[in-house]
């Protein structure tokens, strides 16, 4: 099974939640049937780590099989992972970049990392810091005048997009 495992140096991404009902299936295969994790992961086609981490969070929530009528797919979702999966917006609360390089030309040492923390205190399911951070720094610009200047060391106009910048849909 190490080809299933990411490679040395690879970051792996959270997966999506398995179905309740193939949740189910793998208790099932567990209490009912008496199966082994390999033969449950073969058998539900999910990994072997998925089928051993689901099996470690039924055991930590104290649930048994066969599961009683008061056992619906949401109060076993809740049992297991705390609730459903939260959605994220599909529209992202834009930073005011305005402020931003105002904030930047007054505190010279003021740091990306904290203009971004209270960003995300007023807006916790904004921008993570590297979309943060490319958002601030693609901002496009006119380098014409007012003669803003801008944290590169550069002049522009915050206010007009310049004809070749890339649109990053803000």
Known sequence: ????????????????RLSVRKIKEVLRLKFEVGLG????????????????????????AKITWPLGPEWDDERLEAALFGGPPRSRPTVLPV??????H????????????????????????????????????????DAGPPGVRFFDGSYGNINRPHAGAIDLGL
């Open 1 to 16: 099974m190490a080809g299933s495992l990411p490679s040395k140096g690879r970051v792996s991404l959270p997966a999506r």
């Open 95 to 100: 930073p005011d970049f305005a402020e931003l």
């Open 37 to 60: 994790l390999r033969q449950i992961a073969r058998s539900c086609s999910i990994g072997l780590g998925t089928a051993h981490e689901y099996l470690q969070r039924v055991e930590a």
């Open 102 to 141: 105002r904030e930047r030309q007054q505190h010279p040492h003021l740091t990306q990392q904290l203009l971004w923390e209270e960003y995300r205190r007023a807006n916790p399911d904004g921008y993570r810091y590297s979309r943060y951070v490319a958002a601030v720094f693609m901002l496009p610009w």
